[in-house]
């Protein structure tokens, strides 16, 4: 990393499933239209409850990416 630039975007990515799956699918849906991703942040973590369960994690992430030269 020499002489980078970064701008940073906050997106939020939801699952059923997982923490992880919330984040994965967030990165991959962000890289269909982000170019030159280079790292992310967890910042925050939350989730639904129905009937007394787990329905989903949200999870909110920030994501750097190099602005071009």
């Known amino acids: 990393m020499k ?3 970064y ?3 906050e997106i939020v990515g939801s699952s059923e499933t997982s923490i992880e799956d919330a984040i994965s699918t ?7 239209t982000v170019r030159n991703m280079d790292w992310f942040e967890v910042v925050q973590t939350r989730g639904h409850i129905e009937n007394g369960k787990i329905g989903h994690y949200q999870v909110t992430l ?6 071009e030269k």
């Open 62 to 67: 920030k994501i750097g990416f190099a602005l």
């Open 7 to 9: 701008k940073v975007i």
């Open 26 to 32: 967030a990165v991959a849906q962000a890289s269909k």
């Open 3 to 5: 002489n980078h630039v």
